[in-house]
Nanobody, 118 residues
Framework: QVRLVESGGGLVQAGGSLRLSCAAS????????MGWYRQAPGKQRELVAF???????NYADSVKGRFTLSRDNDKNTAYLQMSSLKPEDTAVYYC????????????WGQGTQVTVSS
């Protein structure tokens, strides 16, 4: 059974940084794309970024230049480095694992709260 565990969320002031981690187990991590989604109160869940099994990354326009997604296949972990955080980045962030290209998402973590104060 695939298990994704997020960590690294918290409260930070605007302009600050956080690094989220997503540790995967029960799957062949290296062949999966890994993604981060977020959901703010009253809003739909939206894709923040994903990284394919081959290392290609894609970012939402709202986070380009501020967030960096990486993966360590030896540690079965994906990382989302978030910098220059804004209050509008406040949301629950979810890790997802899916097909190698990132076209489909099959497994989800339980989420970690990120709150950016102004």
């Amino acid at each position: 059974q695939v298990r994704l565990v997020e960590s690294g969320g918290g409260l930070v002031q605007a302009g600050g940084s956080l690094r989220l981690s997503c540790a995967a187990s029960g799957t062949i991590f290296s062949i999966k794309a890994m993604g981060w989604y977020r959901q703010a109160p009253g809003k739909q869940r939206e894709l923040v970024a994903f990284i394919t099994s081959g290392g290609y990354t894609n970012y939402a326009d709202s986070v380009k230049g501020r967030f960096t997604l990486s993966r360590d296949n030896d540690k079965n972990t994906a990382y989302l480095q978030m910098s220059s955080l804004k209050p509008e980045d406040t949301a629950v962030y979810y890790c997802a694992a899916g097909s190698a290209s990132g076209s489909s998402w099959y497994d989800w973590g339980q989420g970690t709260q990120v709150t950016v104060s102004s």
